[in-house]
């Protein structure tokens, strides 16, 4: 059974870092595509960064500069470390594994191809 437990956020001014960490059991992320979701109140789901097997990245056009995703194989975790935050980062943020497509190694940033998912850690940006 894979399991992902985000931690790492938390309230922040604008200007701050955070960075959040994705504790993954029942799945090996070094052999699997990972990445890193947003969600704020009334809007849709969107992607944020993701990595691929090799270690390729992806990042949203938003995260490009400021956001850096990155995973340790032998923790076998998942980070996603945010700088610069603005107040229009303010979301829940996901982690997910696993993508439907298993033949699939490169990152990818859309939701509806992962198959696991956690239950998300809050990240409160104010002005």
């Known amino acids: 059974q894979v399991q992902l437990v985000e931690s790492g956020g938390g309230p922040v001014q604008a200007g701050g870092s955070l960075r959040l960490s994705c504790s993954v059991s029942?799945?090996?992320?070094?052999?699997?595509?990972m990445g890193w979701f947003r969600q704020a109140p009334g809007k849709e789901r969107e992607g944020v960064a993701s990595?691929?097997?090799?270690?390729?990245?992806s990042y949203a056009d938003f995260a490009k500069g400021r956001f850096t995703v990155s995973k340790d194989n032998v923790q076998n975790t998942l980070s996603l470390e945010m700088n610069s935050l603005k107040p229009e980062d303010t979301a829940m943020y996901y982690c997910?594994?696993?993508?439907?497509?298993?033949?699939?190694?490169?990152?990818?940033?859309?939701?509806?191809?992962?198959?696991?998912w956690g239950q998300g850690t809050q990240v409160t940006v104010s002005s």
């Open positions: 990595i691929g097997r090799g270690g390729t990245t």
């Open positions: 997910a594994a696993v993508l439907k497509n298993p033949w699939r190694a490169s990152a990818s940033l859309e939701g509806g191809q992962y198959k696991h």
């Open positions: 029942g799945t090996t992320i070094q052999t699997n595509v």
